[in-house]
Protein backbone atom coordinates (compact mmCIF):
# COMPACT_ATOMS: atom_id res chain seq x y z
CA UNK A 1 0.00 0.00 0.00
CA UNK A 2 1.53 3.74 -1.12
CA UNK A 3 1.81 6.56 1.39
CA UNK A 4 -1.90 7.97 -0.39
CA UNK A 5 -3.64 5.00 1.10
CA UNK A 6 -2.49 4.90 4.14
CA UNK A 7 -3.26 8.30 4.48
CA UNK A 8 -6.65 7.57 3.42
CA UNK A 9 -7.50 4.46 5.46
CA UNK A 10 -5.90 6.63 8.59
CA UNK A 11 -8.75 9.45 7.87
CA UNK A 12 -11.45 7.03 7.09
CA UNK A 13 -10.59 5.58 10.82
CA UNK A 14 -10.81 8.57 12.53
CA UNK A 15 -14.37 9.99 10.66
CA UNK A 16 -15.63 6.39 11.76
CA UNK A 17 -14.58 6.80 14.97
CA UNK A 18 -15.78 10.22 15.08
CA UNK A 19 -19.44 8.88 14.04
CA UNK A 20 -19.23 5.70 16.59
CA UNK A 21 -18.21 8.16 19.36
CA UNK A 22 -21.09 10.28 18.61
CA UNK A 23 -23.97 7.26 18.63
CA UNK A 24 -22.15 5.95 21.90
CA UNK A 25 -23.23 9.36 23.41
CA UNK A 26 -26.55 9.76 21.91
CA UNK A 27 -27.09 6.23 22.76
CA UNK A 28 -26.28 7.09 26.36
CA UNK A 29 -28.09 9.75 26.48
CA UNK A 30 -30.85 8.29 25.67
CA UNK A 31 -31.10 5.91 28.83
CA UNK A 32 -29.69 7.77 31.35
CA UNK A 33 -33.42 10.02 29.74
CA UNK A 34 -35.62 7.63 30.18
CA UNK A 35 -35.83 7.13 33.82
CA UNK A 36 -36.73 11.08 34.01
CA UNK A 37 -39.40 10.74 31.00
CA UNK A 38 -41.20 7.64 33.03
CA UNK A 39 -41.05 9.71 36.51
CA UNK A 40 -42.22 12.90 34.82
CA UNK A 41 -45.37 10.87 32.71
CA UNK A 42 -46.02 9.52 36.41
CA UNK A 43 -46.34 12.67 37.99
CA UNK A 44 -48.84 13.43 34.93
CA UNK A 45 -51.38 10.83 35.41
CA UNK A 46 -51.13 11.14 39.43
CA UNK A 47 -52.12 14.92 38.83
CA UNK A 48 -55.32 13.70 37.11
CA UNK A 49 -56.56 11.64 39.79
CA UNK A 50 -57.60 13.58 43.05
CA UNK A 51 -54.87 13.74 45.71
CA UNK A 52 -53.71 11.03 47.96
CA UNK A 53 -56.14 8.79 46.70
CA UNK A 54 -53.92 6.66 43.68
CA UNK A 55 -50.43 5.62 43.34
CA UNK A 56 -48.29 5.09 40.48
CA UNK A 57 -46.41 2.13 40.70
CA UNK A 58 -44.56 0.20 38.15
CA UNK A 59 -44.50 1.06 34.11
CA UNK A 60 -46.00 -1.78 31.87
CA UNK A 61 -44.50 -2.12 28.63
CA UNK A 62 -46.70 -1.92 26.08
CA UNK A 63 -44.69 -3.79 23.02
CA UNK A 64 -47.08 -2.31 20.29
CA UNK A 65 -47.65 0.39 17.69
CA UNK A 66 -48.81 2.57 20.76
CA UNK A 67 -45.06 2.70 22.40
CA UNK A 68 -44.14 5.81 21.42
CA UNK A 69 -47.44 7.96 22.16
CA UNK A 70 -49.03 6.30 25.23
CA UNK A 71 -47.62 4.91 28.62
CA UNK A 72 -49.17 2.45 30.86
CA UNK A 73 -48.85 2.23 34.59
CA UNK A 74 -49.88 -0.18 37.54
CA UNK A 75 -51.90 2.02 40.22
CA UNK A 76 -52.69 1.42 43.52
CA UNK A 77 -56.19 2.88 45.05
CA UNK A 78 -55.02 3.42 48.97
CA UNK A 79 -58.26 2.78 50.21
CA UNK A 80 -59.02 -0.52 48.50
CA UNK A 81 -55.32 -1.87 47.62
CA UNK A 82 -56.03 -5.42 46.70
CA UNK A 83 -57.88 -4.05 43.52
CA UNK A 84 -55.70 -4.10 40.26
CA UNK A 85 -55.99 -1.28 38.37
CA UNK A 86 -53.92 0.38 35.30
CA UNK A 87 -53.87 4.22 34.24
CA UNK A 88 -52.62 4.32 30.38
CA UNK A 89 -51.49 7.95 29.60
CA UNK A 90 -52.24 8.34 25.71
CA UNK A 91 -51.74 10.93 23.12
CA UNK A 92 -55.30 11.17 21.65
CA UNK A 93 -55.79 14.28 18.96
CA UNK A 94 -59.16 16.48 19.13
CA UNK A 95 -60.08 19.48 17.76
CA UNK A 96 -58.06 21.60 20.18
CA UNK A 97 -54.58 19.05 18.78
CA UNK A 98 -52.75 15.96 20.28
CA UNK A 99 -53.50 16.30 23.87
CA UNK A 100 -52.38 13.39 26.74
CA UNK A 101 -55.72 11.80 27.77
CA UNK A 102 -55.56 9.71 31.11
CA UNK A 103 -57.23 6.58 31.12
CA UNK A 104 -58.01 4.34 34.15
CA UNK A 105 -58.09 0.40 33.37
CA UNK A 106 -60.49 -1.78 35.71
CA UNK A 107 -62.80 -4.23 35.33
CA UNK A 108 -61.46 -5.22 31.87
CA UNK A 109 -62.57 -1.76 30.66
CA UNK A 110 -61.02 1.87 30.32
CA UNK A 111 -62.52 5.00 31.40
CA UNK A 112 -61.42 8.77 30.53
CA UNK A 113 -60.42 10.47 33.53
CA UNK A 114 -59.07 13.76 32.04
CA UNK A 115 -56.13 15.19 30.55
CA UNK A 116 -52.61 15.84 31.92
CA UNK A 117 -51.26 18.96 32.37
CA UNK A 118 -54.00 20.93 31.94
CA UNK A 119 -57.13 22.36 34.17
CA UNK A 120 -60.13 21.00 34.78
CA UNK A 121 -62.49 23.04 31.93
CA UNK A 122 -60.45 21.02 29.26
CA UNK A 123 -60.98 17.53 30.53
CA UNK A 124 -64.86 19.01 31.32
CA UNK A 125 -65.21 19.38 27.26
CA UNK A 126 -64.08 16.37 26.76
CA UNK A 127 -66.64 14.50 29.13
CA UNK A 128 -69.73 16.33 27.43
CA UNK A 129 -71.74 15.00 24.78
CA UNK A 130 -69.97 17.08 21.74
CA UNK A 131 -67.21 15.15 22.24
CA UNK A 132 -68.38 11.11 22.92
CA UNK A 133 -67.98 9.72 19.78
CA UNK A 134 -64.30 10.77 19.94
CA UNK A 135 -63.70 9.79 23.15
CA UNK A 136 -65.48 6.84 23.01
CA UNK A 137 -63.26 6.06 19.98
CA UNK A 138 -60.10 6.66 22.55
CA UNK A 139 -61.61 4.42 25.62
CA UNK A 140 -61.65 1.60 23.28
CA UNK A 141 -58.57 2.26 22.00
CA UNK A 142 -57.15 2.54 25.52
CA UNK A 143 -58.89 -0.80 26.64
CA UNK A 144 -57.46 -2.22 23.29
CA UNK A 145 -53.77 -1.30 24.67
CA UNK A 146 -54.57 -2.02 28.03
CA UNK A 147 -55.35 -5.38 27.08
CA UNK A 148 -52.58 -6.66 25.01
CA UNK A 149 -49.63 -5.12 27.46
CA UNK A 150 -51.54 -7.39 29.62
CA UNK A 151 -51.88 -10.35 27.79
CA UNK A 152 -48.24 -9.98 26.16
CA UNK A 153 -47.05 -9.90 30.29
CA UNK A 154 -49.10 -12.96 31.36
CA UNK A 155 -47.57 -14.91 27.93
CA UNK A 156 -43.86 -13.99 29.38
CA UNK A 157 -44.08 -15.29 32.52
Not at 19 to 35: H, Q, T
Not at 43 to 57: G, I, K, M, T, Y
Not at 86 to 109: C, E, H, M, N, W
Amino acid sequence: MNDNGKKQLSQSAVFSGIILAFFVILVGLIFAGKKNWENGLRLAVEQVFPANEWQCEEMLPLNSNYDVSAACFKITNIKMPSKKSYALILRITSYYGPLPAVFLFQDDKASFQGIAYFNNSVSREFSENKFNRQMDYWTDTATLIVRRALAAQEASK
